[in-house]
Structures are given as C-alpha cells and as structure tokens.
C-alpha cells in the first residue's frame, strides 16, 4: 500500500512538473500531444545529433508522419491531391506506421520496410521521427525496438525541430504499400 502510495506521488510529481511517463504500452490515442522526454532501449535525439548521423550517412531515417485523408465532404469527382510533406533529405516515409495498434498485414509491412532499410541488420541504425509533439515516431521506435532491432534513436522533434535549426527540408512520397 505505501509502495502504491510512493508510486502515485511520484507520477503525480511529474504530471505537475510537466514531465510525460512513459506508457506501459503503445499511444492509442490523441497522437499530437506532449511526448516523454525517454524511451526504454532508444536513444534520444535533439536535431543537433540527427543533423550529424544525417550527415554520416550511416543510419536510415524513418518518417511515420500519418498520410492525410481525402476529406469525406469533398464532392464527387473533386481531385484530391496529398498536401506535400516537406521531411528529411533522403528519410524513407513509411506513412500511418506510427498508430498504436496496426492490422496484422501494416505491421508485417512496416517490419518488411524495416529489414530493407536496416539490409538485414539488427544493429544498423534506424531513425525515427514525425513531428514535435507526435507519438507517432514514439510508437515506431517502440514497434521497431520489440522486432529486435538494436540500435534504435527517436528524434521527438521531427521536422519542426529539424527545419527551427536551419537543416534542409524536401518533398516526401510516401514509400510503396504506404
């Protein structure tokens, strides 16, 4: 009871002091949201240390950003067109890879994209990102470190953090399947 009680003050500490805890779980739900500072397993990054690996060349850079619906209320025949999504030079958009619970058949794909990118190497680098303030790369990195990969970094300000610090930014498509 008094571990209980210890455990609650401490979350409750946090809460007040505006730190996120990390869930037990992936993000279900309000995906643009504060984020925890951490992830177990994962390295964190700022946009300093991902210009520098961007700039190695020695890790593949994951975009989960969800892809836009086309808006139900659209008339029929209107064309839909995506809005572009400005991301990382070179940054492999793996669209909708970042909810919280994926069908059987998206998570197969997103763990297949996965195996291409690392060439089959569990400790090649992988990093993820969307935009500050999204769970979405948050729960990427947590699918991708339960897969088995090793060397696994979340960038949790994603391109907003990327694009305030001066570094490039050009159009993304989503990857084949995404």
């Known amino acids: 009871m008094i571990r209980a009680l210890a455990c609650l003050l401490v979350l409750a500490g946090r809460a007040a002091a505006g730190e996120v805890p990390e869930p037990a779980g992936y993000r279900m739900q309000d995906y643009r949201a504060p984020v925890p500072a951490t ?3 994962a390295q964190v990054l700022d946009a300093a240390a991902a210009h520098a690996l961007w700039q190695a060349g020695q890790a593949a850079f994951v975009d989960v950003l969800p892809r836009p619906v086309r808006p139900g209320t659209l008339p029929e025949g209107t064309i839909w067109r995506d ?9 492999t958009w793996l669209a909708n890879s970042g909810y919280g619970d994926l069908a059987p058949a998206d998570a197969e794909r997103f763990l297949a994209a996965l195996e291409a990118l690392s060439g089959g190497d569990p400790a090649h680098p992988l990093v993820f990102f969307c935009k500050a303030e999204c769970w979405m790369s948050w729960n990427a990195a947590r ?20 694009a305030a610090a001066g570094h490039p930014l050009a159009p993304a498509t989503p990857a084949p399947g995404f």
């Open 39 to 41: 992830l177990a397993g």
């Open 83 to 91: 809005p572009p999504r400005p991301s990382i030079p070179g940054a």
């Open 143 to 162: 699918r991708a470190l339960a897969a088995g990969h090793r060397s696994v970094m979340w960038f949790p300000g994603g391109t907003d953090d990327w």
